[in-house]
Every structure is written in structure tokens, then in C-alpha cells.
């Protein structure tokens, strides 16, 4: 059986499904031509984020069974027609959540001390001691939006730097939350008392542009927003407007509205916004661990029939 992946992935993975007996066949950024013949005899399709599975691709695939998304969003396969046409889709959503965590918590580091910044001034030649006045994060309420299995953990580490932590998850039980010494609030109130706003849900209809000009007049005055999960839960343009004028203290973004993020974004011209290029899952851990996940469950879906994730 051929599984053919498109994207890169750790070198773990393709190892376990040749030694389980499946021909693999590793080629990212191939040219559409290219991809549209590879994938015709394909029984599998393992992917990250950058190839697109569209209904057109899967209307190619004469043979495929199986769709395999080494990470946690979907956003890049149309699982509905998957579906439709009786391919399985499946993700690994555990796999990288300690590792996106941990980004999340470095960008609330690094916005609050303006390291970003302060590095650029420093390799400029510069010593601005005066200028990089930060905020300290102990005692500061952090916000999060979504309490899956990301925003879980980063509470565990904003509690261990001594942040309190409020959170709105309207799927969230009372007693997890109490466990996990969150309160629970309702959204407007989570606007309305956090220091730092961090958004871990999809992108779905309902999560769009949640922070947007009105709700942002409804936080406090030198608000700082996080968003590591996806592009467009954070309005960007009411987002930059609230920035210049310092509404919202500082920003910081792994994920963008367009990915690759164009030049021309006027956030980028931004002094109080810092960005990284969708790397919160960018770990050699994380990233083992979503090869060898889905390679297993790509295994055991044609060895036992079994089918685990979305
Ligand atoms: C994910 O959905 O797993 C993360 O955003 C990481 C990625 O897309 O590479």
C-alpha cells in the first residue's frame, strides 16, 4: 500500500510505516501536476498545513481510504467531502500541545518585556536601558479563551509563574475547571477583567473576529492579546487600529488571516506587535510526536481498522 506525504514530516514516522510494510513516498512542495499524479494510486495522504485537500485533490485520488493530518487543525482538508466520498480523516491532537503551550507562554514573556524589540535595539548598537520599561507577570490576570487541551496547560504554566487565570470555555465542566483552579467567566466579563487575552480555539463561524473593535473597547485600557491558534479570531485591522492608539498595549501573533503573512501587513510596521511564522508547534518533540501518532494510526486504521482522531 503506497501512503504518500506531502509535507515534510519527522523522519520517525515515515520509518514506522515502512517498517509496518507500507511504501512511502516523501515529497513536499510538489507542483499541483505533480501532487494531482502522485496522489492518483495513493491509499494514504499524511499532511501538515501546506497542502491544500481539496475536493478537487480527493476527486484525483482513485484509490485513497485515508487522510492524515500530522497535527491538530483541519483547516486545509475539506473533511466534509472526504466524508462524502468515504475517506477517513484523522489528526493528532495531543501531539504538540505541551510545545504550543510553551510558544504561547514565551510570546506573553517576550511581549511584556518587548525582548523582541530590545534584542533589534541591542544588535543595533544601541543600550536602551530606559526605553524597555516591561510589565511584570506575576499577580496579572491572563484570559483564556478556550480551555482545550493548549489552553489547559498553559494554565498550568501561567500558575506557575504566579498569573491568575479566568477563562471562558463554554464545554468546560464546573469541577475541571475547579481542579484546575480557573474561574470560569462569561466572555464579556473575560474582556473586561483580563491583563492578557489568549485565544485557543478553531476558527470557526462563531470564534471570527471575537476580538474586534467593539469587544476591544470593552477591555482595559493596556490590554495585551495573544493569539497562537489561528488567524482571524483576532480582527486584524481593529487589532492594529487599537494598537497605534495604545488601547491595546502590545500584541503578539503566531498566526495570520493570510499565511505566509504578506509585507504589506500594516501590523508588521507595528513596534509594539511581535509575530513568529506559525511555529507554535515547532518543536523536534511536537513534531515527533505528531509523525509517530499519525503513522500509528494510519497503521492500525488498514492493519486492525481501527480509527482514531477527528
Ligand atoms: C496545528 O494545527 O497542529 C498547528 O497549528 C501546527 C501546524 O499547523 O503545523
Avoid at 489528526?91 to 510558544?103: C, I, L, R
Avoid at 534584542?119 to 496579572?140: C, H, P, Q
Wanted: charged share 25%; with cysteine; hydrophobic share 40%.
Amino acid at each position: 500500500m503506497k501512503i504518500l506525504v506531502s509535507d515534510s514530516l519527522s523522519k520517525q514516522g515515515v520509518e514506522l510505516l515502512e517498517k509496518a510494510g507500507f511504501t512511502v513516498v516523501v515529497k513536499s512542495k510538489m507542483p499541483k501536476d505533480e501532487l494531482f499524479k502522485e496522489i492518483k494510486d495513493a491509499d494514504g495522504l499524511i499532511v501538515r498545513s501546506g497542502t491544500k485537500v481539496t475536493e478537487e485533490l480527493l476527486a484525483a485520488a482513485d484509490k485513497l481510504k485515508v487522510v492524515g493530518r500530522a497535527g491538530s487543525g483541519l483547516d486545509n482538508v475539506d473533511t466534509p467531502a472526504a466524508t462524502r466520498r468515504g475517506i477517513v480523516v484523522m489528526n493528532t491532537p495531543g501531539g504538540n500541545t505541551v510545545t504550543t503551550a510553551e510558544h504561547t507562554l514565551s510570546m506573553i514573556c517576550a511581549m511584556s518585556r518587548r525582548i523582541p524589540q530590545a534584542t533589534a535595539s541591542t544588535k543595533g548598537g544601541k543600550w536602551e536601558k530606559d526605553k524597555f520599561m516591561g510589565v511584570e507577570l506575576y499577580n496579572k490576570v491572563l484570559g483564556i479563551v478556550g480551555v482545550g487541551q493548549i489552553g489547559s496547560h498553559l494554565t498550568k504554566l501561567a500558575h506557575g509563574i504566579g498569573m491568575r487565570v479566568i477563562a471562558y470555555d463554554p464545554f468546560l465542566a464546573s469541577d475541571r475547571a475547579e481542579r484546575m483552579g480557573v474561574e470560569m467567566v462569561d466572555l464579556h466579563d473575560l474582556f473586561r477583567r483580563a491583563d492578557i487575552i489568549s485565544v485557543h480555539t478553531p476558527l470557526t463561524p462563531e470564534t471570527k473576529g471575537i476580538i474586534n473593535a467593539q469587544t476591544i473597547a470593552t477591555m482595559k485600557p493596556g490590554v495585551m492579546i495573544v493569539n497562537c491558534a489561528r488567524g482571524g479570531i483576532v480582527h486584524e485591522g481593529d487589532l492594529f487600529d487599537a494598537l497605534k492608539n495604545k488601547h491595546v498595549a502590545a500584541a503578539a501573533f503566531d498566526v495570520f488571516e493570510e499565511e505566509p503573512v504578506k509585507a504589506e501587513n500594516p501590523l508588521l510596521t507595528l513596534d509594539n506587535f511581535i509575530c513568529t511564522p506559525h511555529i507554535g508547534a515547532q518543536t523536534t518533540e511536537a513534531q515527533e510526536n505528531v509523525a509517530v501518532g499519525i503513522a500509528e494510526q494510519i497503521a492500525d486504521y488498514f492493519k486492525k481498522g481501527i480509527a482514531r482522531g477527528a
